[in-house]
């Protein structure tokens, strides 16, 4: 269930997630992780500061220590990767 009005800058879990273009439970993450604070709402139905949300989108994510960095292979036959908006990997070729 939805709220059916929230006051002006406050947003829900999922439409936080949707203005920056994340899951849902990204945004629980920020949380968890102590980037994001919640303003409001119930334990089950968290509200948010819309401000916050994009502060928290744009701040530096700390890693693990050790944690590799994703590689993703392209397909050599289409050049997929602007689409994709990344980089060849050197093995890739």
């Known amino acids: 269930m939805e709220y059916r009005s929230?006051?002006?800058?406050?947003?829900?879990?999922?439409?936080?997630?949707?203005?920056?273009?994340?899951?849902?439970?990204?945004?629980?993450?920020?949380?968890?992780?102590?980037?994001?604070?919640?303003?409001?709402?119930?334990?089950?139905?968290?509200?948010?500061?819309?401000?916050?949300?994009?502060?928290?989108?744009?701040?530096p994510k700390p890693t693990r220590a050790g944690q590799r960095s994703v590689i993703i292979p392209l397909d050599t036959r289409t050049d997929r990767r602007h689409a994709l908006g990344v980089q060849p990997c050197p093995e890739a070729g």
Request: charged share 20%; proline share 9%.
């Open 6 to 59: 929230l006051p002006p800058g406050q947003v829900t879990t999922t439409t936080a997630a949707l203005a920056c273009g994340v899951q849902p439970a990204t945004i629980r993450d920020w949380v968890r992780r102590g980037l994001l604070t919640r303003a409001g709402g119930t334990p089950k139905r968290p509200i948010y500061r819309l401000a916050a949300v994009l502060a928290a989108r744009d701040a």
